[in-house]
């Protein structure tokens, strides 16, 4: 211990909440957390008192490693300091900051890349917020993670909270907590977790372009740097059924399509490296448009229901059955979430209109004529691929039915429906290439008209990608297109 | 205006940052702003000098209505709503809750779906902050957002962010302030403004499944509830250079790799529609592996740098030289910023080890053998895939070189970039199809283990996906892969 640290002013560890730590004979202790129990050795009886304090009502780190240096000296000292970083890399001890006897903040490391350093506050420099860390209501406390930290501070006062918003504008310790209600070298203190915590990082040049809800996505939609349960957790199966593999079908009259023959197509077809090589985005559509055959042999061999099946399939706490229906393009877990919409303004044979493509049926449900939100959705189109708005013929729109995913998988559920986009894209431009058709993905649409366009609601269905097809028109140099 | 309504109660209008009102001849005004300039029609003497006053030092809203009202009557008042209407609609009003003269919180709208309405509190009912309002520090202020609100709100005063805390836990409001030193009235003023931006929006059960990063990142990487800049805006094109289309090749010695004959593939592979139906995950690897030349073939079929070229690019102001390098697959704005990394444990012809693919010269550049995070990676991967370490032949691991994509695209960039890994998973997954090999793309990796593995910057460059590669072995069923 450095001689500047007064006892009490170091902070207060406790184990995560439903962590637990037993005993396990005369010198070993068992800890238990999420289901899962590790053994580890520890032959130091002062040790053995500090980690059981630890377990049960907790204490303040200098007391504790005070004890441990009084019974069994420093090589005692240092076992302590192993069992604590053991702890910490685990994600399961936290370190509370005290105020008045009361929890002010708490960090608590959230992968086991966190590194804990004691910190000093240099009384002349700002310090400021980091715009990537961010406050919000979770489990009726308000916590504070940032996609640049390895750890999470609950803020367990409000007067914390207030602290931390005169942290948006850079400050000097000092002149922080100003006129808010906390003692000086209190908010020092507080300055100095957040520092460790992580959350008032400068900005680098490799963080300059990235965007708040970008990297926050990146970081929680991937492993690494969070605690989230990740991966098909199933963790609704208990409250929700499971989302049907299907939309119902709309009632009302509906338009049958063409149906390919798949055997002469696969006689026919060009091979797939000609169709690969060949394959590019073309913005250039003829003035002939397509038509409403080639719609229904392109949504065939796209988007059609090529299997449906039910199984009864485990889960982490036992099973459960689900309704399955696979298309001609890959999904995770075979969830299949997308749905097909077009947005018709010229086609031969068919309506200027909104459609919604039944991919069991293989039929399409008008939900509009010409309307203003369908005029929007071809307007966003038209800006998005950089062409006039009277050269569109088909805008396919792909939502995502999003519970079907999100009631399986944790974590990564809206990454893996833009995946499936993608590989939806792929197919649609090998499939449009295939047939001579104009395909050309988009990059953007607005995900609000959209759902108002087709009427639901936009937390279970809205619009996740745009893809315009067409006949092809002259030759199209769009140099720096897909 | 309601009776109960006493005068500088109401909120304080004023036109947002950067936004002008000027009088334009007798009876019309100009709304500039975003450097675009919209006029509209005014016939009314009295709604031209409030709107002046708005474009001007601002108002309360009951102030201006009562000048007009006295003035013009209710035909007037009636316009003058018509007006703020408009203004809010098209996101250029701030409402702000004043306390002893100075803004507590102002609202902002941020799509033209934002409506504003009058609100009482119910003093019985217990109010709280959904799980998905988040404050952060912007621009040196604090702002508190939802991607359930179509509003921003920001929080001026660290007495309001207190509030805002309180707000985790659900508390009536007569409860919420205390012992924050705010008068009960603001605080209860402020607690109806969260409640009119969104901010304590009951749970609906469409929303139960949605985690927080997915329904931020949705709601803020597509078009209609947001006000950010999307799309190609090359805002960085003045402070930044572009970033270059490849990683510069690394030092020392590469790997050739085989090159397969196109234009024999071109007359040999099978029919296009015979690949797709064909394709299936399969996860049961042969004992006997992949080989060098395989991976070799592959990775020219999937990844190799078709096409380089330099080209004056059109920005928003002006024109941008910038490199480019095509590959096999479609990529938004040939920008392509994915690499490929190869995990090995199985391959004849080539060392465990990882290895990077150098997709000009189509060589694997080595950059370790069996290390600890190469095992983690493995690791990781047979988890995913739900099968056993030994049976993993090659992991292929998709990094994004984040900076290609943001340089350029506003908003969307890290949507796109997930879009990009989705083409290539199906390109993959077609190959290796035509190849007869095994195909297997995964759900998720650890983004911090593979830049610490291959010694990039997390910011810069790391996993966005993951791909499995083998030979095939005997009968694969697994009944709810891709």
Redesign the interface.
Known sequence: MRETTRVGDSYFLSLREGARLTPKGADQMALHFGGRTSTFRCESSANLQALRQLGGEGGFEDRLAQQVLAAEGPEGLASFYYYIGLLSQRCLLRRSLLADDRPLATLIPI?S?FKYAPQELEPDREY???????????D???TLESPLSHARVV?HD??A??????????CRPADASDP??IPEDTAARLITLLLQAGMLTDE?P????????????????????HD?P???TYR?VD??PPPLALKPAASGDSIPLYRPD?EK?????????????A???IRDFAAKPITLRQVGEFLY?VGRVTEGFT?D?PTPGGSVVMD?ARR???????VYELELYLAVRACEGLETGLYHYEPRTHRLEPISGRTDDLDGLLS?ASV?AGIAGEQLQVLIVITSR??RV??K????????T??????????M???AT?MQLAPC?L???????LARAIGT?Y??E????EFLLGSIGGSDEG????
Chains 1, 2 share one sequence.
């Open positions: 992968s890349s400021r917020l980091s715009r990537f860390a961010f406050m919000r209501a979770e009726s406390e308000t803020l409000w007067r909270t207030a602290l931390v918003h005169d942290l948006a504008r850079a808010i209600p680098t490799s963080l300059r372009s990235w965007e708040f809800h970008d990297l926050l996505f990146h970081s929680r939609s991937r492993l690494g740097r989230l990740i991966g098909g609704f409250e929700l798949l197509l696969k006689r026919e077809d060009p091979p797939f490296a000609c169709v690969q090589d394959r590019r985005s061999r199984s399939v399955f001609p393009y890959p999904s995770g877990g075979a966003v998005s999003f519970q999100s009631w998988y944790a974590a990564t559920a809206y990454a893996l833009l995946k499936h986009v993608g590989v939806l894209y792929q197919t431009y090998m499939v295939a993905g990059g953007c649409g607005d995900a609000d008209l609601d937390y279970e809205s619009s996740v990608g140099s720096e297109g897909h």
